[in-house]
């Protein structure tokens, strides 16, 4: 059985590869090559193979070029050293390994091995090898051992550095998560309080001076901002969670329709009050697979939100539309309002600190909303995009798995199973 080489552009599992990536395998400094030519060069060997255990393909240099090949079963290389860091001729168990190298296709009349280590463990092997019948120079397999030695060195602490920048990088990502609440709860969660207690006073202590279009025009004020404040605090725990990998995700097949419908008789109360049309075109029997309670508080948000921007002179309208298509079901949230300018589409789905613009009717948020239903989105394996100009309104495009064959509506909630994400 001899190997079969393929060009490193025909391996298309790479990325199970990852320590091999970690030493820029596809990279202008190529520490795989550099290391099998480098010990190559120092033993007089015309061949070299490296081999990490876990990953998918070895990596087989000859003639100063590298090449993948695939592994077709699962060898136990590391079985051959018995607590040795390199295999000679010298070592007791090596006419076995080189007959076991032999029939897995590494043909030879010399060979070196050398045990990579991390941690003290075996995670790969490297081999020198030829068909030359001298023996390799003792002296040079000790240097060879030694440069082993030293290439796992560093790739133990190349390792370690790449584990240390992911754990610094999701610290980060923690730390501003932290920031982005605190801020938004000082600033409008608690804002909204000053207006709540100063009119609560109001009534408590001069409601005898106040006549009835007052104590009405205070009650619709203390309605509004009760009404707000506890959307936002909603906003700002579903966020939290999502953010803290502490939401549940329970993807089943619905159609479409049930999460609109729940969204229509929410926010109709307040299109007629803004003197809006809302439209809601989704054909009965399309289907989803998805978590609907994510999808429904996805596409509240976006209809709240285009209800927020969209004109109060009557001509104003809110439209959801939805079709099958090749990736998958295409949702639409059009409106007509104030639309968007090109940078604020580049950062809509970017979490903003502070508070975000006022909508037409004065309304009040915290640049969280989309923000939210962009999470939600990725966790359910979706797309989101945004199209608009400004003064002529908006059009959010929302991508969902269709429902899996087989299974009818709710059903899946019975077996699928809750998955928590972390």
Avoid at 132 to 161: T, V
Avoid at 250 to 263: D, G, R
Wanted: hydrophobic share 40%; glycine share 6%.
């Amino acid at each position: 059985m001899s190997l079969q080489l393929l060009e490193l552009d025909q391996a298309d599992q790479l990325s199970a590869c990852r320590l091999s990536l970690l030493l820029g395998l596809k990279s202008e400094h190529n520490l795989i090559q550099q290391f099998l030519e480098f010990g190559k060069n120092l033993i007089g060997a015309q061949k070299a193979i490296l081999c990490f255990h876990e990953e998918t393909y070895f990596w087989h240099h000859a003639d100063h070029k590298i090449h993948a090949v695939l592994k077709l079963q699962k060898r136990n290389n590391a079985q051959f050293f018995k607590d040795k860091v390199f295999i000679d001729q010298k070592h007791p168990h090596y006419m076995d390994f080189s007959a076991y190298m032999n029939e897995g296709g590494v043909e030879h009349h010399r060979i070196i091995a050398l045990n990579i280590l991390k941690n003290d463990e075996s995670i790969g092997i490297a081999l020198f090898f030829d068909n030359e019948q001298q023996a390799f120079d003792p002296l040079k397999i000790s240097l060879l051992a030694e440069h082993g030695m030293n290439f796992s060195r560093y790739l133990e602490l190349k390792y370690n550095h790449e584990i240390l920048n992911e754990l610094y990088e999701q610290q980060c990502a923690l730390n501003f998560s932290k920031t982005k609440f605190f801020s938004i709860i000082s600033h409008d969660l608690r804002a909204p309080f000053h207006g709540l207690l100063g009119f609560s006073e109001v009534l408590a202590k001069e409601r005898h001076t106040l006549d009835e279009s007052s104590v009405q025009n205070i009650a619709d004020y203390l309605y509004d901002t009760s009404q707000s404040t506890y959307n936002l605090l909603e906003s700002l725990l579903e966020w939290a969670m999502a953010e803290g990998g502490r939401f549940v995700y329970h993807p089943i097949n619905f159609n479409l329709k049930q999460a609109t419908s729940i969204v229509i008789k929410v926010l109709n109360t307040l299109a007629i009050k803004k003197n809006i049309a809302l439209i809601d075109e989704v054909p009965e029997n399309l289907k989803v697979y998805a978590d609907i309670n994510m999808i429904t508080s996805v596409i509240q948000n976006l209809v709240s939100n285009a209800l927020k921007f969209t004109r109060l002179d009557g001509h104003g309208f809110v439209a959801l539309r939805a079709k099958l298509a090749e990736d998958g079901v295409e949702i639409y949230i059009e409106d007509n309002g104030l639309g968007m300018t090109e940078l604020q589409m580049s950062t809509v789905f970017h979490p903003r600190i502070t508070a975000s613009l006022r909508g037409t009717d004065g309304e009040k948020g915290a640049g969280l909303g989309l923000t939210l239903c962009k999470r939600f989105i990725d966790l359910n394996l979706g797309k989101i995009s945004v199209s608009s100009k400004e003064g002529e309104g908006t059009i959010f495009k929302v991508v969902l798995p269709c429902a899996t064959d087989g299974t009818e509506v709710l059903i899946a909630q019975k077996d699928s199973g809750d998955v928590t994400l972390a």
